[in-house]
């Protein structure tokens, strides 16, 4: 489980450098027509990461049910601030990039009516695009969001099913001990029961040999008189 994470990771960090260097290439050109090819192929590699991402949360959430996220916590909470920052640079390079062209689109005149129904056409499109891409990254937020909870719930689930248990067990030694408890005062009872018993039988047998040690000196004292 922790190599597939790795695996997933490294792939994820090699996509983000990979747009890092892009974004760089991208702003260092300043040919609009030269631009827009760069940012098509950033766009559909960061779609990528965004595969890789959530394929490392799912991941992760699995590690924070079997209790081993320890060992793999940091460089997770690492590689996924380093894909947040990216893909807010890359959001924020792309609409300034649109607005750019937007601009150069409306400072052209255009040569028919159909040309600016187009362009008009076009520039709504763009538009609309730009709002489902915020929607999409929110939904994905709300997606992550749900996976570590999905993953915190797992986790106190298990520690829960620990401490039973360790209930049920301790409940169990309970009994034994109450067990152990009931014949160890059932032996004292008997053992005392008997002590009873020796008492009254050694007291008999003092009264009968005082009342032989009487009945002789009755006769010794009956002979010497009698004499």
Do not use: C
Not at 34 to 45: G, H, N
Not at 118 to 139: P, S
Not at 161 to 178: F, G, H, L, P, S
Not at 191 to 215: D, P
């Amino acid at each position: 489980m922790a190599d597939q994470f790795r695996t997933i990771k490294k792939k994820a960090k090699a996509l983000l450098v990979e747009i890092d260097e892009g974004l760089d290439d991208f702003n260092n050109n300043k040919e609009l027509e030269k631009r827009t090819p760069v940012m098509q192929k950033l766009e559909k590699k960061l779609n990528e990461v965004d595969e890789q991402m959530k394929e490392l949360r799912v991941e992760m959430a699995a590690l924070k049910a079997s209790n081993k996220e320890k060992t793999v916590v940091k460089k997770y909470n690492k590689i996924e601030k380093r894909y947040s920052d990216t893909r807010k640079n890359f959001l924020q390079q792309k609409e300034n990039f649109e607005t750019q062209k937007n601009r150069n689109e409306v400072l052209k005149k255009p040569s028919s009516k159909a040309e600016q129904l187009e362009r008009d056409t076009r520039m709504k499109l763009e538009g609309n695009i730009g709002t489902l891409e915020k929607q999409d990254e929110q939904l994905t937020g709300i997606t992550r969001m749900a996976q570590e909870t999905e993953g915190t719930t797992n986790s106190i689930i298990t520690n829960l099913r620990k401490q039973r248990n360790k209930i049920t067990t301790a409940t169990d030694d309970v009994r034994a001990a109450n067990s152990n408890v009931k014949v160890g005062t059932q032996v004292i009872d008997s053992m005392t029961r008997r002590e009873w018993w020796y008492k009254v039988m050694l007291h008999v047998v003092i009264v009968v040999l005082f009342l032989a040690l009487l009945s002789l000196v009755v006769v010794v004292i009956y002979k010497k008189v009698k004499k």
